[in-house]
DNA sequence: GGGGTTGTTGCGAAAAGTTGCAATAGCAAA
DNA sequence: TTTGCTATTGCAACTTTTCGCAACAACCCC
């Protein structure tokens, strides 16, 4: 949150990119959001604050955060999310049945990250998994199929 | 391909759907295509058959698909490719930096399956998975980073 | 502080994708 | 073959996302 605000900025400048205040205000709005937000939800925000915020901008910056490995952009559950990278990342596990999403930890992804490495010479970069499937509460509520 | 154009469509029968000429003119669509394709790629070519084919209904049948697992959706390179589900499911590493994109077997994802599976109770259904990283060619040309 | 370079933005329009609803047409049953 | 039920389609309007381009403004250098 803050904590990350000033490295962030300094990111994009060391980067070589210009720190705009549309990407200081779009920064800070997913930061105040906490978690997953949608384009939609970060414009609706952003344009409270500041109104003159083009909504193309909006697409434009959540993309350039995404460039820079500052956020992620994923498909869950049919809408599209943008979150703000954290120390840790992490992914999900998401039922197909009752859309309920947890969180699970990088480490689970080990051994397919060496798999790929060995057989293929890949460097696996996984930012923001999303793993489909059903949950527990829904097998024991639905155990056809 | 045209081998499983049977079963496909009986399939759609056995659930309870409807065989509508229109499901049939996409599902040989996306089969000629073969591999991957975008909404638009098909809707394109099923307008060429049958013009009067609607887009939202394109759309609608391809989701319809996916949901009887007949077809996958997925986001790679920042397309949304669709892709019959053959006997062998398989997944994908692309590289974030050429775009180069390869296959790989189901057997990759057993390890983390069985971590949801143990940690979680959480059965995962991998269909078309993409794992984000850098291939072997473009880490030797940029060994950076 | 002022000036030049060029990465970014706002804007308008197009493209992509979604939705509600009335008309159509599968398909099962008579 | 005909009939009835209702899942599915076409249509049109709508929302979401992308794009080209001219105007703007970070940032570097003096
Ligand atoms: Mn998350
Ligand atoms: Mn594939
Ligand atoms: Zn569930
Ligand atoms: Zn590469």
Known sequence: MTHYRLNYLNLIREMGYRLTPQRQII?????EQGGHATAREVYERVRQKTPSINRATVY???DF?????LATKTELNGRTLYEIVGEEPHHHIVCNQCGQAAVVPDEYFNELTAHVWQQHGF???LKHMVIAGVCRHCQTLNPNT
Chains 1, 2 share one sequence.
Do not use: G, M, S, Y
């Open 27 to 31: 920064l800070d709005t997913i930061c």
């Open 123 to 125: 460097k696996a970069e």
């Open 65 to 69: 955060f995404c460039e820079l490995n």
């Open 60 to 62: 434009r910056v959540l």
